[in-house]
């Protein structure tokens, strides 16, 4: 069995919590320990150990909480040579020596394996993850501004998906952002629309799948409302769970 929670996602901080019999583990760190704690606590939940948090990317939405987790549990920090390269100084002298794990491809928690696949994103070495715990399998990934063909086969067929659907195209453009990021967000390097996200899941899922949780849904270019009606649009016919991820409060505790 494996719990998946997303405790919050969005710009201003970004962590997915999992837990199996035997570990404890996160997908990024953006919140603070207080905030984490807090977040679990909506559902019961206490973080009593930490066994490992792996960084998706650098950037601080992701990473500005590794200075507070590590001073309550020093987990293991699975992160790739380039990623680590672009930590602020700060957040790399938080990090002890003997907690710091660089890695490739694939690492093991016992009975869990974690395979990194890269994306396309404006930092360094962004990664997403392949989670497979026993026969389940899920697949995280979080800032991307497209999912190559390349990836499908590999992709293809989870038991879940915790997937970005970052902004509506029109919604983005009437923003007061400047254009310069407008382009940056819509460009290969940026995020994913609800339509683009919903075009990819659309050739990914299979019979097999049982949940989606759309993750990074920006506050000011996007809505719950306007993601769900371009996923009805595109994702017809497919009998699975879709659940939206909020950037003040956790999803729903998720079971396989």
Do not use: W
């Amino acid at each position: 069995m494996i719990e998946i929670i997303v405790l919050g996602s969005g710009s201003k901080g970004n962590c997915t919590f999992y837990q199996t019999p035997a570990h404890t583990f996160m997908v990024d760190c953006g919140f603070s320990t207080r905030d984490i704690r807090s977040r679990l606590a909506q559902h019961q939940k206490e973080l009593p150990t930490l066994d490992a948090i792996f960084i998706t990317h650098e950037h601080s939405d992701h990473v500005v909480g590794l200075p507070s987790i590590y001073k309550f549990y020093k987990p293991k920090l699975f992160i790739t040579a380039k990623t680590y390269q672009g930590l602020a100084p700060y957040i790399k002298q938080a990090i002890p020596l003997e907690c710091l794990m660089v890695y490739e491809d694939q690492v093991a928690l016992d009975d869990t394996l974690i395979t990194t696949f890269h994306v396309s994103h404006d930092a360094n070495e962004p990664v997403g993850f392949i989670i497979e715990h026993g026969t389940k399998r899920i697949v995280h990934t979080a800032d991307t501004g497209y999912v190559p063909r390349s990836l499908f086969d590999m992709l293809r067929g989870a038991d879940g998906y915790v997937f970005e659907s970052n902004y509506d195209p029109e919604l983005l453009l009437d923003t007061d952002r400047p254009f310069t990021l407008k382009q940056r967000i819509i460009g290969n390097t940026g995020h994913l629309s609800n339509e683009q996200s919903a075009l990819v899941l659309r050739e990914l899922i299979t019979e097999k799948t049982q949940f989606v949780v759309f993750v990074h849904l920006s506050q000011e270019a996007n809505t719950e409302k306007h993601a769900i009606q371009t996923h009805d649009q595109f994702l017809q016919g497919t009998v699975i769970k879709r659940i939206y991820s909020r950037q003040d409060e956790p999803t729903e505790v998720i079971t396989l």
